[in-house]
């Protein structure tokens, strides 16, 4: 009932609805929406109620509540399903028990501040409360298990395009070529060639047996409205948010539905056309061809430079006698 009242009133801002008029659009009683509205007061909603009038939405808190999220999708089945937690250990691995206990395709883990979060490699990933997007999104992909790395390319393009959907939506003074992808699972605001901060980072786990993929899960951080001292000190001169990098505030719930919409649509084309149909888009949001790039090759830390990807996603790493490397996983350092 939350998210069919937030659509309606979504549909046409400003405006007053009355509780009668409400409740035959909902077939139920005036006093099921007068529960409803005050239900959601109580989630931080500002709803204005006038005699003879009708109800009016002011303002919507700042909180990754499913109604909210839900009532502005526009997916067919990404982010359908939605367990909100105002605090967990880690979206992640409860999206691995979902997945485990049958969770259908598009479950969304989505939490206000992870206590245990994870990047690759076993990395801890600050997540501090009501500050970023901290998400893990269920899949099962009917594709070979040596495909699957490659989503994470996909999630990376869904990932720009979303950031900069919201920049030219809202007229934020960021430019939206500024984010950019870093091969192989990160997005980062570059300002000029020596201020690249580091935005967003991807974990993709496969859970497959030799012959077929059980599921995949898409855990996905995005740095959204921290300040410099909501950082740890020892990541400050290396990561950004986008509140930080474009000098405004954002609306988290927006830039949620604007990433499951432009994933979903990415997904769909990767798995009826393959990466090939992605690839060019992944190198337009990359850094440019011929940025300055370490690459650890053999437990050694190498200086070169990046020279694109291969139609398998690897990357093109160029050394510095001219001699172009396939790297397949590993650290990219800029």
């Known amino acids: 009932m939350k998210k069919e009242l937030l659509q309606y009133f979504y549909q046409e801002p400003s405006q007053f609805f ?5 409740s035959r659009r909902f077939h139920c009683t005036r006093a099921t929406i007068w529960k409803t509205i005050e239900e959601l007061r109580k989630e931080g909603y500002q709803i204005e109620a006038v005699p003879n009038r009708g109800y009016r939405l002011l303002s919507t808190p700042d909180r990754l ?30 999206a691995h028990e979902l997945a485990k206990g049958g969770a ?9 501040e992870q206590t245990g979060g994870k990047g690759r490699l076993g990395r801890p990933w600050h997540s501090p409360e009501g500050t970023g997007i901290w998400m893990s999104l269920i899949l099962r992909p009917k594709l070979p298990l040596e495909q699957l790395p490659r989503i994470t390319l996909v999630t990376a393009v869904a990932i720009v395009d979303a950031i900069r959907h919201e920049l030219r939506r809202h007229a934020h003074p960021l430019p939206p070529e500024t984010i950019r992808i870093k091969w192989p699972n990160d997005v980062y605001v570059v300002l000029n060639p020596k201020e690249r901060k580091k935005v967003c980072g991807i974990l993709t786990e496969v859970n497959a047996e030799i012959d077929r993929v059980n599921y995949c899960i898409l855990g996905i ?19 950004t948010s986008l509140a930080l990098s474009s000098g405004a505030p954002w609306n988290r719930v927006k830039l949620v539905t604007a990433f499951l919409a432009r994933f979903e649509t990415l997904y769909e084309t990767f798995q009826q056309h393959g990466f090939q149909a992605i690839k060019s888009l992944w190198e337009e949001r990359a850094f440019p061809i011929g940025t300055p790039i370490q690459v650890h090759i053999q437990d050694q830390l190498v200086s070169g430079t990046y020279q694109g990807i291969t139609e398998q996603g690897a990357l093109l790493f160029g050394h510095p006698n001219g001699q172009l490397e396939m790297i397949h996983s590993g650290d990219v350092l800029v």
Request: charged residues 25%; aromatic residues 6%.
């Open 104 to 112: 259908e395709e598009g479950t969304l883990v989505i939490a206000e």
């Open 221 to 239: 951080g995005i740095n959204v409205n921290q300040k410099a001292q909501d950082f740890p000190e020892e990541l400050r001169h290396k990561a």
């Open 18 to 22: 009355s509780g009668e008029k409400l």
């Open 65 to 94: 509540y499913p109604h909210e999220i839900q009532a502005r999708l526009t997916t067919a089945w990404a982010g359908r399903h939605i367990q909100y937690h105002s605090r967990i250990p880690s979206t992640q691995l409860k």
